[in-house]
């Protein structure tokens, strides 16, 4: 008898089947079928979630390299002008809506990086991710089949890693928190439609710190406290340890990932390097001269205390990255 999955306790049942059981999940497909070739270049890109932190960034970067591009914001109508029939609104739960978009724009590459409503409360969370995540994969397998598509994961798949080696796309899924679930939910229905041919990339991306950072994101909670002059500022959790990568890096490895040949189809996007967040506090109180309260935390199973990727599958694609975590900071504070 298989072992429970965690979404079986405490959460609403989705009309979608969970193919895979967690804990203790390996990967069990790590190539794409052979018959899948690199993305046309002159074929457009879809970029779903283009004026989140992640989307935004990777829709601007392709502009700039003069890359056809598309971008859909499914939050903000208006958000973005681009005035050349580049941007556009969408429910993404309006299934033939999106059917008929992807139909016309006949995409080489779609990006998937909507986040979810942070309204949605606990129990809606894992629904959210699968629902959303259906109808995308639905709409390029009816529409545009050959579309590569690219998922936005998470570190938190993973849950906590010990030794310094840090988390490969093939550490057990043992996520500690509602939304390390909600992601996992969401990799299940990749999965599924990656087994049935399509190609459908998920990359784990873990602590991203660039421009356009949420306040609640850790390093935007920081920079917006001492642009305001709130101090001393007050980090708890001090001692927990994250794996960060620059905003530049992380668009260079979604690109690479969508250009490639034949990518796997779980890749880590990290630096493989852990810094606390108390050590990212003290560089930035170093540069603006904020006094920093920091505090350690608890350290329970129940709690991502230290999240730690492995690069190894995307440097084997190509990708290195280019800034440290130091220049990362000095770059927002400047």
């Not at 914001?73 to 992807?102: A, R, Y």
């Not at 590569?148 to 010990?162: D, H, P, Q």
């Not at 306040?215 to 101090?231: A, E, I, S």
Request: hydrophobic letters at 35%; proline letters at 8%.
């Amino acid at each position: 008898m298989p072992p429970a999955s965690p979404f079986s306790s405490g959460y609403p049942k989705s009309p979608y089947p969970y193919r895979l059981r967690l804990p203790g999940y390996i990967v069990g497909m790590e190539k794409t079928p052979e018959r899948h070739h690199p993305p046309d270049d002159s074929a457009p890109w879809l970029v779903l979630g283009a004026a989140g932190f992640i989307g935004r960034a990777v829709f601007t970067h392709l502009r700039a390299q003069g890359q056809k591009v598309i971008g859909i914001d499914v939050k903000n109508p208006g958000s973005i002008k681009t005035g050349d029939g580049s941007w556009f609104t969408l429910n993404i739960h309006e299934p033939c809506l999106l059917q008929e978009i992807v139909r016309k724009i006949k995409p080489s590459v779609l990006l998937n990086a909507i986040g979810h409503d942070s309204a949605s409360g606990i129990p809606a969370l894992c629904d959210e991710y699968i629902c959303s995540t259906t109808h995308i994969l639905q709409a390029v397998q009816i529409e545009q089949p050959n579309c590569r598509v690219i998922l936005i994961g998470s570190a938190a798949e993973y849950g906590n890693i010990s030794g310094n080696e840090g988390a490969r796309e093939s550490h057990p899924l043992m996520p500690v928190s509602v939304y390390g679930r909600a992601k996992c939910a969401q990799f299940e229905v990749a999965h599924r439609f990656a087994s049935e041919g399509m190609s459908v990339i998920t990359a784990r991306l873990f602590n991203p710190i660039g421009p356009g950072q949420s306040t609640k994101q850790f390093v935007g909670y920081l920079l917006d406290k001492v642009r305001l002059g709130q101090y001393p500022i007050h980090i708890h959790s001090g001692n927990y340890v994250r794996d960060w990568v620059d905003l530049r890096d992380v668009v260079q490895a979604l690109l690479i990932i969508g250009r490639a040949v034949s990518p796997p189809l779980v890749v880590n996007i990290c630096s493989g390097h852990g810094h606390t967040r108390g050590f990212v506090a003290s560089y930035l109180g170093q540069l603006s001269g904020a006094e920093m309260m920091i505090e350690p935390g608890k350290i329970s199973p129940g709690t991502l205390w230290r999240s730690l990727g492995n690069p190894e599958r995307i440097g084997q694609l190509g990708w290195k990255p280019q800034y440290q975590l130091t220049q990362s900071v000095s770059d927002l504070w400047g």
